[in-house]
Structure formats: C-alpha cells, structure tokens
C-alpha cells in the first residue's frame, strides 16, 4: 500500500526555522490528500496543514503565515516550512496519507520531534 517516513525534525530557538520532509512509497498514486499532525505533550493530536491532490492547502489558524505544506509529485515527497518557531509548536509532528485502492485506507509515519526552546 503506502509507508510513510518523516525527517527533518530538531531542536530550534524561537524564532528559528525548520523544514520537515514526508517520504511516500508503495502505492502513491492512490493517495488523494496528504497532512501534517502534531502532537504536543499532553495535548490532543491536531491536523497542522494539508494538501490535495489538485494542490489546494489548509491550515490550522494558529500557523497560518508562518507554515507553509508543499508537495513533489515526481519525487513523491512532501514538505512543511516551518519559519517564525515558537515554543508552542514543540510537538511530535506526523506525515498522513489518505487515499483509496481498491479499499480507502489512511497511513501515518513514525513521527519526528520538534523541540523549540525560548
């Protein structure tokens, strides 16, 4: 089907940047929207950004400006800019895959860290 692995992730100072990077393999060519979740420490999971499969994006507001969710459809990647760091983004950050071939399925990485300190 699909696997997903996420990279990029780091310790940072605020106001610092980061880009987190989503590998795709197996069957990418049924994947119709790609996200990024995060997860910080005693918090509940929350969807970060997404990208359709036409390109369209959305985001969670507390982001809006200051992240940005890109994808290589030849290379089968995914990406999120992350500028502007602030130690309330510190969360385990999560690729997700949604799609359908022949059942619809949902995929999620590993998880990467991303720490942001003051």
């Known amino acids: 089907q699909v696997q997903l692995v996420e990279s990029g992730g780091g310790l940072v100072q605020a106001g610092g940047s980061l880009r987190l990077s989503c590998a795709a393999s197996?069957?990418?060519?049924?994947?119709?929207?790609f996200g990024w979740y995060r997860q910080a420490p005693g918090k509940q999971r929350e969807l970060v950004a997404d990208?359709?499969?036409?390109?369209?994006?959305n985001y969670v507001a507390s982001v809006k400006g200051r992240f940005t969710i890109s994808k290589d459809n030849v290379q089968n990647m995914v990406y999120l800019q992350m500028n502007s760091l602030n130690p309330e983004d510190t969360a385990v950050y999560y690729c997700?895959?949604?799609?359908?071939?022949?059942?619809?399925?949902?995929?999620w990485g590993q998880g990467t860290q991303v720490t942001v300190s003051s």
């Open positions: 990208i359709s499969r036409a390109g369209s994006t």
């Open positions: 197996g069957s990418t060519s049924t994947i119709n929207v």
């Open positions: 997700n895959a949604v799609g359908w071939g022949p059942r619809t399925y949902t995929t």
